[in-house]
């Protein structure tokens, strides 16, 4: 593969062409769309890749969770932030967010990759709301840090 060649994920690779006309009319109505990946994908640590595509065309990065949530939470949160990317504003890698999910727990943004393209992992928290690497009990840190060199 050429270095400057960029690499689609598998859902896009392989999409019929109603997959792709439905990507495209989501594209110009919602500025994004995602994919919800839950057969072993190798783009992420837990096997688990929910990822957006196209938010990366309107000035921010394009987002991903590595750890299981139902398809209407993920929707969510990512309408969430599409929503502020497309209002301006920028998210950068190691932003710790308290204003996307409920009950007083925060997320923490950082700098990832997916099929060779950077994105924000969304760092979801551990039961305890522990989003650092550190501190994060071990099944939730290796499904959302193990892949990535982490900072505290």
């Keep these: 593969m050429d270095k400057h060649e960029k690499r689609e994920c598998e859902c896009c690779h392989s999409a019929p062409f109603a997959a792709a006309e439905w990507e495209a009319k989501a594209l110009m109505e919602y500025g994004f769309y995602m994919h919800y990946v839950t057969d072993h994908d190798p783009q ?45 504003r920028k998210f950068s890698d190691g932003d710790i967010l308290d204003d996307v999910l409920s009950g007083g727990y925060k997320c923490r943004l950082v700098l990832a990759e997916e099929c060779e393209r950077p994105v924000l992992r969304i760092i979801m928290p551990d039961p305890k709301g522990s989003i650092m690497p550190n501190d994060m009990d071990k099944t939730y840190r290796d499904a959302q840090y193990k892949d990535i060199s982490s900072r505290e």
């Design 44 to 88: 992420s640590p837990s096997g688990f890749n929910c990822h957006t595509h196209g938010l990366d065309l309107i000035g921010g990065f394009d987002l991903q969770i590595t750890v299981p949530l139902k398809p209407e939470i993920a929707s969510a949160i990512f309408h969430d932030l599409a929503s502020r990317t497309k209002s301006g």
